[in-house]
C-alpha cells in the first residue's frame, strides 16, 4: 500500500509506502515490551506538561514544556530506571518529539482562537488496552538487510515486499491496526509528478451507507464492509470455543482459551 507523494514547494517531496509485517513470537514480545517503555514516555510527558500547567497557574509564571526540557527528563528517567534502559533510546526520543509537536499544535490552535470543536485535543495519557502500539525509528535506529527490517533493540521483522522501495528509507514507523496486524510505513524522497488539467469538476457526497456518491458513477466508493467482515471471523472463533468449553471439573483442552 503507498500513500500519494506530498508535494513540498511543489517540486520535491515525500511518500509513504506501507507493507505489512511477519512477526515472530519472539519479535511479538519485544515489540510489545519497546511500546510499553514508549507509552511510559509518552505518559510522563504527559504529567510534567500537566504539572508545569497547574504551577504557571497557581503561581503566575511562564515556565514552558518543550522538547528541551522533555529530552532532559528522558536522560535522567534512562539514567535512573534500568527497565526504561533496556530499550533502544530511538523510538523513545521520537515519542518525546512526536509529543511535543502534538501539544504545540493544540497551543497553537488555543491561540488562534479556534473553536473548540476545530482544535487539536491536548495529548492525553495512553491507556495500556485502548491505544494500539506505534513505534517510530529514524534512519539511524532501523536498516534493510537481506529483505529484513532490523530495528534498534535486535527487533527482526519479516517484510511482505508487495512492491519495491524507489529509494532508502529515511524512517519507519511500526504499528499496530485493530485487527491485530503489524505493519511498517516507510518514508521515501518523491518527485511530484502533478496530473495535467482536465477542466472537469467532480461533486462528491460522502455518506454512511455508501462512503461517497459523486458526479461521475465511475468514482462512486462503496461500503467496504470490513465491520461484518470482523463480525463473521468473529462468529466463527466465538463458535470454535464454544465446541472447547470444558465441561465443570474437567480441565481445558490446550486450544481453549479465556
Same mark, same amino acid.
Given at each position: 500500500?503507498?500513500?500519494?507523494?506530498?508535494?513540498? =514547494?511543489?517540486?520535491?517531496? @515525500?511518500?509513504?509506502?506501507?507493507? &505489512?509485517?511477519?512477526?515472530?513470537?519472539?519479535?511479538?514480545? &519485544?515489540?510489545?515490551?519497546?511500546?510499553?517503555? @514508549?507509552?511510559?514516555?509518552?505518559?510522563?510527558?504527559?504529567?510534567?506538561?500537566?504539572?508545569?500547567?497547574?504551577?504557571?497557574?497557581?503561581?503566575?509564571?511562564?515556565?514552558? @514544556? =518543550?522538547? +528541551?526540557?522533555? $529530552?532532559?527528563?528522558?536522560?535522567?528517567?534512562?539514567?535512573?530506571?534500568?527497565?526504561?534502559?533496556?530499550?533502544?533510546?530511538?523510538?523513545?526520543?521520537?515519542?518525546?518529539?512526536?509529543?511535543?509537536?502534538?501539544?504545540?499544535?493544540?497551543?497553537? $490552535?488555543?491561540? +488562534?482562537?479556534?473553536?473548540?470543536?476545530?482544535?487539536?485535543?491536548?495529548?492525553? *495519557?495512553?491507556?495500556?488496552?485502548?491505544?494500539?502500539?506505534?513505534?517510530?525509528?529514524?534512519?539511524? =535506529?532501523?536498516?534493510?538487510? $537481506?529483505?529484513?527490517?532490523?530495528?534498534?533493540?535486535?527487533?527482526?521483522?519479516?517484510?511482505?515486499?508487495?512492491?519495491?522501495?524507489? +529509494?532508502?528509507?529515511?524512517?519507519? &514507523?511500526?504499528?499496530?491496526?485493530?485487527?491485530? *496486524?503489524?505493519?511498517?510505513?516507510?518514508?521515501?524522497?518523491?518527485?511530484?509528478?502533478?496530473?495535467?488539467?482536465?477542466?472537469?469538476?467532480?461533486?462528491?457526497?460522502? =455518506?454512511?451507507?455508501?462512503?461517497?456518491?459523486?458526479?461521475?458513477?465511475? *468514482?462512486?466508493?462503496?461500503?467496504?464492509? *470490513?465491520?461484518?467482515? +470482523?463480525?463473521?471471523?468473529?462468529?466463527?472463533?466465538?463458535?470454535?470455543?464454544?465446541?472447547?468449553?470444558?465441561?465443570?471439573?474437567?480441565?481445558?483442552?490446550?486450544?481453549?482459551?479465556?
Amino acid at each position: 500500500m503507498t500513500t500519494a507523494a506530498v508535494a513540498v =514547494g511543489g517540486v520535491a517531496g @515525500c511518500a509513504r509506502y506501507t507493507y &505489512r509485517l511477519r512477526v515472530s513470537s519472539t519479535a511479538l514480545a &519485544r515489540l510489545e515490551a519497546e511500546w510499553a517503555r @514508549c507509552r511510559w514516555v509518552w505518559n510522563e510527558c504527559v504529567a510534567v506538561s500537566r504539572r508545569i500547567h497547574a504551577l504557571n497557574r497557581a503561581s503566575g509564571e511562564k515556565a514552558t @514544556c =518543550g522538547p +528541551a526540557q522533555l $529530552d532532559r527528563m528522558l536522560t535522567a528517567a534512562r539514567r535512573s530506571t534500568a527497565w526504561l534502559r533496556g530499550g533502544a533510546s530511538v523510538p523513545q526520543q521520537q515519542t518525546v518529539r512526536d509529543f511535543a509537536a502534538s501539544r504545540a499544535k493544540a497551543l497553537k $490552535d488555543i491561540r +488562534a482562537g479556534l473553536p473548540v470543536r476545530r482544535r487539536a485535543g491536548m495529548p492525553r *495519557h495512553r491507556k495500556k488496552r485502548e491505544a494500539d502500539p506505534t513505534l517510530n525509528y529514524t534512519v539511524r =535506529g532501523f536498516r534493510l538487510r $537481506d529483505g529484513r527490517l532490523h530495528l534498534a533493540g535486535g527487533i527482526v521483522l519479516t517484510v511482505v515486499w508487495s512492491r519495491d522501495l524507489p +529509494a532508502d528509507p529515511t524512517s519507519v &514507523r511500526v504499528y499496530r491496526d485493530g485487527l491485530g *496486524h503489524w505493519y511498517a510505513s516507510f518514508v521515501v524522497a518523491a518527485a511530484v509528478q502533478p496530473l495535467p488539467a482536465t477542466g472537469r469538476v467532480l461533486g462528491v457526497d460522502w =455518506g454512511v451507507a455508501v462512503i461517497a456518491t459523486t458526479t461521475s458513477d465511475a *468514482h462512486d466508493l462503496p461500503h467496504p464492509g *470490513h465491520g461484518m467482515a +470482523a463480525a463473521a471471523k468473529l462468529a466463527r472463533y466465538q463458535r470454535m470455543m464454544a465446541r472447547r468449553r470444558p465441561v465443570r471439573g474437567q480441565a481445558a483442552s490446550a486450544g481453549y482459551r479465556t
